[in-house]
């Protein structure tokens, strides 16, 4: 699974099928559930955590070759398995406003939807008519935005583990230039702030909600509050103030350059993130009284 994930670490899928069509994943998922195999859907990698000693069961990797549609003016339709960034560049190329935000952002459209993926104010959410996925007992549904139940980094879809097989946008039409411009101002900034040098799974955290932490807290950060979109302290300054920037264990490290990363230096193992994650959450509890919430999915673990 290393070679199918962003952070490159992660042992064998006991079965392991590329799914290029809509059809090829249905009737792989329900054949799976005949065998009475586990099933997992795997977009773009990014965003997990794989055990060393991997996963047992089906892994499916989405790989559409499938076309976004534009549907009407302002409506697109995507297949799950499309890298996000391809999305941008389609509504940019149509002049549409919505995803601009996202520029830089790593994996599928399907795994930004599952995790209500945001950046500077904008979330996944924000664009989403309509959902189409795949329930725990192989029932197509077909969900609105409200039935979507997105939250901060989350959705029915990661709560559930259901498979999202496409989406509907609905964009407003904008200026191809100004569009265009955002993207990559995103794009540059990702590359200047984010250790984007090394296999990294992105966030570790969640970010901390500001209106939930006490008055003594907010006045220590009040400098270091920003809008995600509601006002948020970012994690990396908690685990920077609690000493752990730089810190290593085996081939694995907490971020110099961003904090709230941890990078494979090459050949880390899960365990080895598994244990700066538990020294992370006691260290920053111990100095904050502050729980930091896991964004990474586990699996396996």
Same mark, same amino acid.
């Given at each position: 699974?290393?070679?199918?994930t962003?952070f490159?670490i992660?042992?064998p899928?006991e079965?392991?099928?590329f799914?290029r069509?809509r059809?090829?994943?249905? $009737?792989?998922?329900r054949?799976?559930? @005949?065998?009475?195999l586990?099933?997992?859907v795997l977009? =773009?990698g990014s965003?997990l955590?794989?055990?060393?000693? =991997?996963?047992?069961?089906?892994?499916v990797?989405?790989?559409n @070759?499938?076309p976004?549609i534009l549907?009407?003016?302002?409506?697109?339709q995507?297949?799950? =398995?499309?890298? +996000?960034g391809?999305?941008?560049?389609?509504?940019i190329?149509?002049?549409l406003?919505g995803?601009?935000?996202?520029?830089?952002?790593?994996g599928? &459209?399907?795994g930004a939807i599952r995790?209500?993926?945001?950046?500077?104010?904008?979330?996944?959410?924000d664009?989403?008519l309509?959902?189409?996925?795949?329930?725990n007992k192989? $029932?197509? $549904?077909k969900l609105s935005?409200?039935?979507?139940?997105?939250?901060? $980094?989350s959705?029915?879809f990661k709560?559930k583990?259901? #498979?999202?097989?496409s989406?509907?946008l609905?964009?407003?039409?904008?200026?191809?230039?100004?569009?265009?411009?955002i993207a990559?101002?995103?794009?540059?900034?990702r590359k200047? @702030?984010?250790? +984007?040098?090394y296999?990294?799974?992105g966030?570790?955290?969640k970010n901390?909600?500001?209106?939930?932490?006490?008055?003594?807290?907010q006045k +220590?950060?009040?400098?270091?509050v920003?809008?995600d979109?509601?006002l948020i302290i970012?994690?990396?300054w &908690?685990i920077i103030g609690a000493?752990?920037a730089?810190?290593?264990?085996?081939? #694995?490290?907490?971020s110099k350059?961003h904090?709230n990363?941890i990078?494979?230096l090459g050949?880390?193992?899960a365990?080895?993130?598994?244990?700066?994650?538990? +020294?992370?959450k006691? @260290?920053?509890?111990?100095?904050?009284?502050i729980?930091l919430?896991?964004?990474?999915q586990?699996?396996?673990?």
């Amino acid at each position: 699974m290393k070679n199918h994930t962003t952070f490159k670490i992660g042992g064998p899928a006991e079965y392991f099928l590329f799914a290029r069509k809509r059809r090829d994943l249905l $009737r792989a998922i329900r054949i799976a559930k @005949k065998l009475k195999l586990p099933v997992f859907v795997l977009g =773009g990698g990014s965003n997990l955590l794989v055990s060393d000693n =991997g996963i047992k069961g089906l892994v499916v990797k989405l790989q559409n @070759k499938e076309p976004i549609i534009l549907k009407r003016r302002n409506i697109i339709q995507t297949p799950a =398995g499309i890298q +996000l960034g391809k999305v941008v560049q389609f509504s940019i190329d149509k002049s549409l406003q919505g995803l601009e935000w996202s520029g830089g952002l790593p994996g599928t &459209f399907g795994g930004a939807i599952r995790g209500n993926a945001g950046a500077f104010g904008g979330e996944i959410k924000d664009s989403i008519l309509t959902v189409e996925a795949l329930d725990n007992k192989l $029932r197509l $549904r077909k969900l609105s935005n409200e039935q979507c139940r997105f939250s901060y $980094r989350s959705s029915i879809f990661k709560e559930k583990n259901w #498979a999202v097989i496409s989406a509907e946008l609905k964009l407003v039409k904008g200026i191809k230039k100004n569009l265009k411009n955002i993207a990559n101002s995103h794009i540059e900034y990702r590359k200047e @702030k984010h250790p +984007l040098e090394y296999p990294n799974a992105g966030s570790i955290f969640k970010n901390v909600d500001f209106r939930k932490v006490t008055l003594k807290i907010q006045k +220590l950060f009040l400098d270091k509050v920003k809008k995600d979109p509601f006002l948020i302290i970012p994690s990396a300054w &908690f685990i920077i103030g609690a000493g752990l920037a730089g810190k290593k264990i085996g081939q #694995a490290q907490i971020s110099k350059k961003h904090s709230n990363y941890i990078v494979n230096l090459g050949g880390a193992k899960a365990k080895d993130v598994l244990k700066l994650v538990e +020294l992370i959450k006691k @260290k920053v509890k111990n100095k904050y009284n502050i729980e930091l919430e896991i964004e990474v999915q586990f699996i396996g673990l």
